[in-house]
């Protein structure tokens, strides 16, 4: 089975621009959460959605939206690009049930803005 | 506050010698555990989670962890390791309340020397 996809791999911006990154989750899964992973840190999450809808967003600027697509898919868009936005974008899936299930994540997208 | 702590940044541990990683957490509710690992450039990998039950649990590629409630901690084991165990290790806490989120500790680097 396929795990979780995401695109692109790696990504350059100029400051100032915007930025989409996707992510298809493992099939079956309805919850896809994003985090964002600085160089030498953990990830800190971003947003999580469950049936396309929004159900927590962590501590980032409106600059950071997401959505989330019928077939659970999702994009995580960033306006406003600053340099401290470069890092590594990580999309997780989970079932999405009525209580915790484990994350599984996507292999990253690496977005530098210069 | 809540917050994930992994007291040791850097390991450097001898192939084929035991490897323990710390992990505490501080959390009012019921914490939901993980443990992932990374490597150079790639996504997370579970490597083993606690929920409830059975405070040993075990996980993929020889591991092990014990949750430890009085001591709030759930460190990594692993009895003999591999050159291919030198990776990044991030312990993660989820509650019920937000279960979409986890929350990560900053990491511990592992070496391994022949």
């Known amino acids: 089975d396929a795990g979780v996809t995401q695109s692109p791999t790696h990504l350059i911006k100029t400051r100032g621009q915007h930025v989409t990154l996707r992510c298809s989750p493992i099939?079956?899964?309805?919850?896809v959460s994003w985090y964002q992973q600085v160089l030498g840190q953990g990830p800190q999450f971003i947003f999580q959605y469950y049936e396309k809808e929004e159900r927590g967003r962590g501590n980032f600027p409106d600059r950071f939206s997401a959505r989330q697509f019928p077939n659970y898919s999702s994009e995580l868009n960033v306006n406003a690009l600053l340099l401290g936005d470069s890092a590594l974008y990580l999309c997780?899936?989970?079932?999405?049930?009525?209580?915790?299930?484990?994350?599984?994540f996507g292999p990253g997208t690496r977005l530098t803005v210069t | 506050a809540q917050s994930v702590t992994q007291p040791d940044i850097h390991i450097t541990v001898s192939e084929g010698a035991s490897l323990e990683l710390r992990c505490n957490y501080s959390?009012?509710?019921?914490?939901?555990l993980f443990w992932y690992v990374q490597s150079p450039g790639q996504g997370l990998q579970l490597l083993l989670k606690?929920?409830?039950?059975?405070?040993l649990v075990q996980g993929i590629k020889g591991f092990e962890a014990e949750f430890k409630r009085s001591q709030s901690s759930f460190n990594l084991r692993k009895p003999s390791v591999h050159w291919s165990d030198a990776a990044e290790y991030f312990c993660a806490v989820g509650t019920t309340d937000s279960w979409g989120k986890l929350q990560f500790g900053a990491g511990t680097q592992v070496v391994v020397t022949p």
């Open positions: 959390y009012g509710a019921t914490p939901y």
């Open positions: 997780a899936s989970s079932l999405g049930t009525a209580f915790p299930r484990e994350q599984y």
């Open positions: 099939s079956g899964h309805k919850s």
């Open positions: 606690y929920f409830s039950g059975d405070t």
